[in-house]
Protein backbone atom coordinates (compact mmCIF):
# COMPACT_ATOMS: atom_id res chain seq x y z
CA UNK A 1 0.00 0.00 0.00
CA UNK A 2 0.98 3.66 -0.71
CA UNK A 3 0.18 6.49 1.16
CA UNK A 4 0.52 9.99 0.14
CA UNK A 5 0.01 12.93 2.92
CA UNK A 6 -2.16 16.13 0.77
CA UNK A 7 -2.13 17.71 4.64
CA UNK A 8 -1.22 17.03 8.01
CA UNK A 9 -2.64 20.14 10.03
CA UNK A 10 -5.72 20.30 11.85
CA UNK A 11 -8.82 22.93 11.13
CA UNK A 12 -6.37 26.16 11.15
CA UNK A 13 -3.23 24.77 9.03
CA UNK A 14 0.31 26.45 9.96
CA UNK A 15 1.11 28.95 10.12
CA UNK A 16 -2.82 30.18 10.98
CA UNK A 17 -3.55 33.24 8.75
CA UNK A 18 -4.78 34.77 11.75
CA UNK A 19 -1.97 34.31 14.02
CA UNK A 20 1.47 35.52 14.87
CA UNK A 21 2.65 32.65 17.63
CA UNK A 22 5.87 32.02 18.16
CA UNK A 23 5.24 28.45 16.25
CA UNK A 24 3.59 30.28 13.46
CA UNK A 25 6.25 33.16 12.85
CA UNK A 26 8.35 29.99 12.81
CA UNK A 27 6.90 28.53 10.23
CA UNK A 28 6.46 31.06 8.19
CA UNK A 29 10.35 32.37 8.37
CA UNK A 30 11.81 28.10 8.19
CA UNK A 31 8.88 27.45 5.64
CA UNK A 32 9.75 23.65 4.95
CA UNK A 33 8.10 20.75 6.79
CA UNK A 34 6.83 23.56 8.68
CA UNK A 35 4.46 24.77 6.35
CA UNK A 36 1.01 22.27 7.06
CA UNK A 37 -2.20 21.64 4.87
CA UNK A 38 -4.96 20.96 6.49
CA UNK A 39 -5.16 16.77 6.15
CA UNK A 40 -6.10 14.79 2.79
CA UNK A 41 -5.10 11.59 2.62
CA UNK A 42 -4.43 9.85 -1.02
CA UNK A 43 -4.20 6.03 -0.88
CA UNK A 44 -2.87 3.67 -3.94
CA UNK A 45 -3.87 6.43 -6.36
CA UNK A 46 -7.37 5.69 -6.46
CA UNK A 47 -8.27 6.11 -3.00
CA UNK A 48 -9.23 9.20 -1.45
CA UNK A 49 -9.41 9.90 2.85
CA UNK A 50 -11.26 12.98 3.51
CA UNK A 51 -11.71 15.95 1.02
CA UNK A 52 -10.96 18.99 2.60
CA UNK A 53 -10.73 22.54 1.39
CA UNK A 54 -6.59 22.27 0.69
CA UNK A 55 -7.14 19.25 -1.38
CA UNK A 56 -7.05 20.80 -5.22
CA UNK A 57 -4.28 23.05 -4.15
CA UNK A 58 -1.89 19.97 -2.37
CA UNK A 59 -2.33 18.03 -5.40
CA UNK A 60 -0.68 20.94 -7.79
CA UNK A 61 1.97 21.44 -4.99
CA UNK A 62 2.63 17.36 -4.36
CA UNK A 63 2.28 16.14 -8.17
CA UNK A 64 -0.58 14.18 -7.90
CA UNK A 65 -3.79 13.95 -9.78
CA UNK A 66 -7.04 12.56 -8.77
CA UNK A 67 -7.84 11.15 -12.06
CA UNK A 68 -7.73 7.34 -11.17
CA UNK A 69 -9.75 7.97 -7.64
CA UNK A 70 -12.08 5.43 -7.60
CA UNK A 71 -13.36 5.81 -4.20
CA UNK A 72 -13.37 8.64 -1.42
CA UNK A 73 -13.88 7.49 2.28
CA UNK A 74 -14.84 10.93 4.62
CA UNK A 75 -14.62 10.67 8.31
CA UNK A 76 -16.77 13.37 9.14
CA UNK A 77 -18.93 16.50 8.48
CA UNK A 78 -16.20 19.24 9.81
CA UNK A 79 -15.25 21.47 6.96
CA UNK A 80 -11.60 21.05 7.23
CA UNK A 81 -12.51 16.99 6.51
CA UNK A 82 -15.12 17.40 3.66
CA UNK A 83 -15.55 20.52 1.14
CA UNK A 84 -18.22 19.63 -1.68
CA UNK A 85 -16.88 21.99 -3.48
CA UNK A 86 -14.09 19.23 -4.33
CA UNK A 87 -17.11 17.44 -5.77
CA UNK A 88 -18.48 19.68 -8.01
CA UNK A 89 -15.75 20.89 -9.95
CA UNK A 90 -16.28 17.66 -10.89
CA UNK A 91 -18.96 18.26 -12.63
CA UNK A 92 -16.71 20.08 -15.22
CA UNK A 93 -13.43 18.60 -14.51
CA UNK A 94 -13.06 15.70 -17.16
CA UNK A 95 -13.18 18.08 -20.55
CA UNK A 96 -11.47 14.97 -22.81
CA UNK A 97 -13.99 12.36 -21.29
CA UNK A 98 -16.94 11.73 -23.07
CA UNK A 99 -17.95 10.08 -19.79
CA UNK A 100 -16.58 11.35 -15.84
CA UNK A 101 -15.40 8.54 -13.86
CA UNK A 102 -17.62 7.07 -11.35
CA UNK A 103 -16.70 7.70 -7.92
CA UNK A 104 -17.83 5.45 -4.72
CA UNK A 105 -18.90 8.45 -1.98
CA UNK A 106 -18.67 7.00 1.22
CA UNK A 107 -19.41 9.12 4.51
CA UNK A 108 -21.87 9.13 7.78
CA UNK A 109 -25.21 10.75 7.11
CA UNK A 110 -24.21 14.29 8.03
CA UNK A 111 -21.65 14.13 5.36
CA UNK A 112 -24.85 13.28 3.15
CA UNK A 113 -26.66 16.03 4.37
CA UNK A 114 -23.85 18.83 3.45
CA UNK A 115 -24.01 17.40 0.27
CA UNK A 116 -27.25 18.22 -0.52
CA UNK A 117 -26.49 21.34 -0.14
CA UNK A 118 -24.49 21.99 -3.23
CA UNK A 119 -28.04 21.89 -5.60
CA UNK A 120 -25.48 19.39 -7.84
CA UNK A 121 -27.00 16.14 -9.22
CA UNK A 122 -24.98 13.10 -8.22
CA UNK A 123 -24.68 12.38 -11.57
CA UNK A 124 -23.26 15.61 -12.45
CA UNK A 125 -20.61 14.91 -10.23
CA UNK A 126 -20.23 11.41 -11.41
CA UNK A 127 -20.54 10.06 -7.91
CA UNK A 128 -22.65 7.05 -6.39
CA UNK A 129 -23.20 7.55 -2.81
CA UNK A 130 -22.41 4.61 0.40
CA UNK A 131 -23.58 6.06 3.31
CA UNK A 132 -21.98 4.44 6.47
CA UNK A 133 -22.56 4.17 9.87
CA UNK A 134 -19.94 3.16 12.92
CA UNK A 135 -19.11 -0.52 11.84
CA UNK A 136 -20.58 -0.98 9.08
CA UNK A 137 -18.20 -2.81 6.84
CA UNK A 138 -18.29 -2.38 2.90
CA UNK A 139 -16.09 -3.90 0.03
CA UNK A 140 -15.11 -1.80 -2.60
CA UNK A 141 -13.03 -2.71 -5.94
CA UNK A 142 -9.80 -3.97 -4.67
CA UNK A 143 -10.46 -2.64 -0.73
CA UNK A 144 -12.62 -4.12 2.20
CA UNK A 145 -13.14 -1.03 4.69
CA UNK A 146 -14.85 -0.90 8.21
CA UNK A 147 -15.29 1.99 10.21
CA UNK A 148 -15.23 2.35 13.78
CA UNK A 149 -16.46 4.60 16.21
CA UNK A 150 -14.34 8.04 16.45
CA UNK A 151 -14.77 9.86 19.86
CA UNK A 152 -15.52 13.61 18.28
CA UNK A 153 -18.03 15.62 18.94
CA UNK A 154 -20.77 13.44 20.20
CA UNK A 155 -23.79 15.81 19.34
CA UNK A 156 -23.25 15.10 15.52
CA UNK A 157 -23.03 11.29 16.99
CA UNK A 158 -21.57 9.93 13.31
CA UNK A 159 -17.89 10.55 13.11
CA UNK A 160 -15.94 7.34 12.40
CA UNK A 161 -12.38 6.34 11.72
CA UNK A 162 -11.54 3.55 8.66
CA UNK A 163 -9.69 0.32 8.71
CA UNK A 164 -8.54 -0.03 4.87
CA UNK A 165 -7.21 -3.31 3.68
CA UNK A 166 -6.20 -3.47 0.12
CA UNK A 167 -5.76 -7.41 0.05
CA UNK A 168 -2.07 -6.46 0.63
CA UNK A 169 -1.84 -4.33 3.80
CA UNK A 170 -3.99 -3.07 6.40
CA UNK A 171 -3.84 0.42 8.05
CA UNK A 172 -6.06 2.69 10.64
CA UNK A 173 -6.53 6.31 9.82
CA UNK A 174 -7.49 7.41 13.71
CA UNK A 175 -8.44 11.04 13.57
CA UNK A 176 -10.07 12.79 14.11
CA UNK A 177 -10.99 11.20 17.80
CA UNK A 178 -9.97 11.32 21.26
CA UNK A 179 -9.40 7.72 23.40
CA UNK A 180 -11.31 5.53 21.89
CA UNK A 181 -14.30 4.26 24.15
CA UNK A 182 -14.75 0.95 25.40
CA UNK A 183 -17.18 -0.15 22.86
CA UNK A 184 -14.49 0.08 19.87
CA UNK A 185 -11.95 -1.93 21.11
CA UNK A 186 -13.70 -5.82 20.65
CA UNK A 187 -13.60 -4.08 16.77
CA UNK A 188 -9.87 -3.84 16.71
CA UNK A 189 -8.57 -7.00 18.72
CA UNK A 190 -6.06 -9.22 16.64
CA UNK A 191 -6.61 -7.19 13.56
CA UNK A 192 -2.36 -6.34 13.29
CA UNK A 193 -2.20 -3.50 11.76
CA UNK A 194 0.00 -3.03 8.96
CA UNK A 195 0.74 0.96 9.60
CA UNK A 196 -1.71 2.79 11.71
CA UNK A 197 -2.19 7.02 10.95
CA UNK A 198 -3.21 8.77 14.90
CA UNK A 199 -3.91 12.35 15.18
CA UNK A 200 -1.64 14.29 17.80
CA UNK A 201 -3.72 17.58 17.30
CA UNK A 202 -3.60 18.58 21.03
CA UNK A 203 0.23 17.49 20.65
CA UNK A 204 2.26 18.41 23.94
CA UNK A 205 -0.53 20.46 26.01
CA UNK A 206 -0.98 17.52 28.27
CA UNK A 207 -3.26 19.48 30.84
CA UNK A 208 -5.88 20.66 27.73
CA UNK A 209 -8.13 18.51 29.12
CA UNK A 210 -10.82 19.67 27.25
CA UNK A 211 -9.09 19.78 23.98
CA UNK A 212 -8.38 15.18 24.66
CA UNK A 213 -12.33 14.92 24.94
CA UNK A 214 -12.19 14.82 20.93
CA UNK A 215 -8.76 14.68 19.84
CA UNK A 216 -5.77 13.22 21.39
CA UNK A 217 -2.35 14.74 23.08
CA UNK A 218 0.76 13.23 22.72
CA UNK A 219 -0.25 11.04 26.10
CA UNK A 220 -3.45 10.40 24.61
CA UNK A 221 -1.71 8.79 21.24
CA UNK A 222 0.75 7.14 24.09
CA UNK A 223 -2.82 5.70 25.43
CA UNK A 224 -4.11 4.37 22.46
CA UNK A 225 -1.10 2.55 21.39
CA UNK A 226 -0.21 0.75 24.55
CA UNK A 227 -4.32 -0.48 24.40
CA UNK A 228 -3.67 -1.73 20.65
CA UNK A 229 -0.52 -3.43 21.51
CA UNK A 230 -2.46 -4.98 24.38
CA UNK A 231 -5.44 -6.41 22.40
CA UNK A 232 -3.20 -7.47 19.29
CA UNK A 233 -4.22 -4.55 16.50
CA UNK A 234 -0.47 -3.33 16.79
CA UNK A 235 2.49 -6.16 16.86
CA UNK A 236 6.38 -5.36 16.45
CA UNK A 237 5.45 -5.00 12.52
CA UNK A 238 3.64 -2.19 12.79
CA UNK A 239 4.75 1.06 11.81
CA UNK A 240 3.22 4.35 13.63
CA UNK A 241 2.81 7.67 12.16
CA UNK A 242 1.36 10.99 13.52
CA UNK A 243 -0.81 13.79 11.82
CA UNK A 244 -3.23 16.10 12.27
CA UNK A 245 -1.03 18.81 14.27
CA UNK A 246 -2.51 22.68 15.13
CA UNK A 247 -0.14 25.29 16.37
CA UNK A 248 -1.85 26.24 19.53
CA UNK A 249 -0.33 22.73 21.04
CA UNK A 250 2.57 21.36 18.81
CA UNK A 251 6.31 22.59 18.34
CA UNK A 252 8.16 22.69 15.01
CA UNK A 253 8.09 19.73 12.91
CA UNK A 254 11.97 18.87 14.01
CA UNK A 255 10.82 19.27 17.64
CA UNK A 256 7.95 16.95 17.73
CA UNK A 257 10.10 14.16 15.42
CA UNK A 258 12.00 13.83 18.19
CA UNK A 259 8.52 13.44 20.67
CA UNK A 260 7.28 11.27 18.99
CA UNK A 261 10.44 8.94 17.96
CA UNK A 262 10.89 8.36 22.19
CA UNK A 263 7.90 6.00 21.71
CA UNK A 264 8.36 4.84 18.22
CA UNK A 265 6.66 6.85 15.62
CA UNK A 266 6.94 8.57 13.16
CA UNK A 267 6.33 12.99 12.47
CA UNK A 268 4.27 13.37 9.32
CA UNK A 269 4.73 16.17 7.17
CA UNK A 270 2.77 17.31 3.56
CA UNK A 271 4.17 15.47 0.97
CA UNK A 272 5.51 12.44 2.83
CA UNK A 273 4.78 8.97 1.19
CA UNK A 274 4.83 5.56 2.86
CA UNK A 275 5.17 2.49 1.55
CA UNK A 276 3.91 -0.59 3.05
Known sequence: MKITFL????????????????????????????LR??????????????????????????????????????????RD??????????????????????????APPSVMTLLNGTG???????????????????????????????????????????????????????????VYKDEVWPHLEGIALDQLIIECTVGTNIAN???QTRHLSINGVEEMISKMKE???????TAICATHFTHQHCPNHEELSAILKNFGVQCAYDGLVLHF
Open 7 to 34: GTAAADQIPSPYCDCPRCEYARENRGKD
Open 231 to 237: IGAITEK
Open 81 to 106: HFDAANLVVRKQGFPNREEKPQMDFI
Open 209 to 211: LPG
Open 120 to 178: VTDKAMGIRRIPILPYDSITLAGYQIKAVKATHYPQVGDAVNYIIDDGTSRVLIASDTA
Open 37 to 78: KRCNYLINDDLLVEMGPDLLVACNMHDVHLMDVKHALITHSH
